[in-house]
């Protein structure tokens, strides 16, 4: 997925947070599944995120705002044929990430990081779940391809860093073989693909 956390390297055209308040906007959960939606989207009216996330217009919009202030999404000029409605597409297709590091001399930081984390991981988590309760309407072909893993290396940090970037890179050019593949018109036999990896220490 676009969103990512404590990021060791941040891949070109990656918006790197490092304001607390821009942050916190994603301390709301709805904010973050607007997000991924209009990121699928790649250009939505606040109607159109509305009827995905079953919410009213008018909350959206205020939420849509909101990323808006911070950078997160932009109005998008392009597919509008009603100036009526206002589109909107994110900043940068290459999602956003942050790093504790850039938090960590602030009182507030610890608190905002752990809640944005906590609310990354409920969210995902749902994605899940929902995949697990539909997967009997999906194709063989999806679900034999569909995995989930959990490795336990010994690892040094220097050496835990360095295995985050390169998976960073990894799904870096998997997301840019994808969007160059949609921008060709190739898109037979195509989905949306949610890739959920986590990586810390822990002691037996």
């Known amino acids: 997925m676009s969103d990512q956390n404590s990021t060791p390297g941040t891949p070109g055209g990656m918006y790197q947070i490092t304001d607390l308040d821009a942050l916190k906007v994603f301390t709301h959960p709805l904010r973050i599944r607007l997000y991924r939606a209009l990121l699928t989207a790649r250009s939505a009216t606040a109607s159109h995120l509305a009827d995905q996330v079953d919410e009213a217009v008018s909350l959206v919009s205020y ?3 909101k990323m808006s202030a911070h950078g997160f999404i932009t109005e998008d000029p392009g597919p509008g044929t009603d100036g009526r409605e206002r589109w909107w597409k994110v ?3 290459r999602g956003w990430s942050f790093r ?3 938090f960590a001399d602030r009182p507030e930081g610890a608190a905002v ?3 944005v984390t906590r609310q990354l991981l409920a969210t995902r988590a749902e994605r899940y779940e929902q995949f697990l309760d ?5 194709p063989r072909e999806w679900t034999d391809a569909s995995f989930s893993s959990e490795f336990m290396p ?3 940090a220097a050496e ?6 390169e998976v960073t890179e990894l799904m870096q050019r998997w997301t840019d073989r994808g969007r160059a593949a949609e921008e060709a ?3 037979a036999g195509r989905e949306h693909v949610a890739v959920q990896m986590y990586g810390f220490p822990f002691r037996p």
């Open 63 to 65: 939420h849509l705002r």
């Open 91 to 93: 900043s940068t297709d």
């Open 100 to 102: 504790s590091a850039d």
């Open 113 to 115: 990081l752990a809640q």
């Open 134 to 138: 539909q997967q009997a309407a999906w």
């Open 154 to 156: 010994l690892l040094t």
């Open 160 to 165: 835990l860093q360095q295995m985050a970037d």
């Open 185 to 187: 018109g190739d898109t």
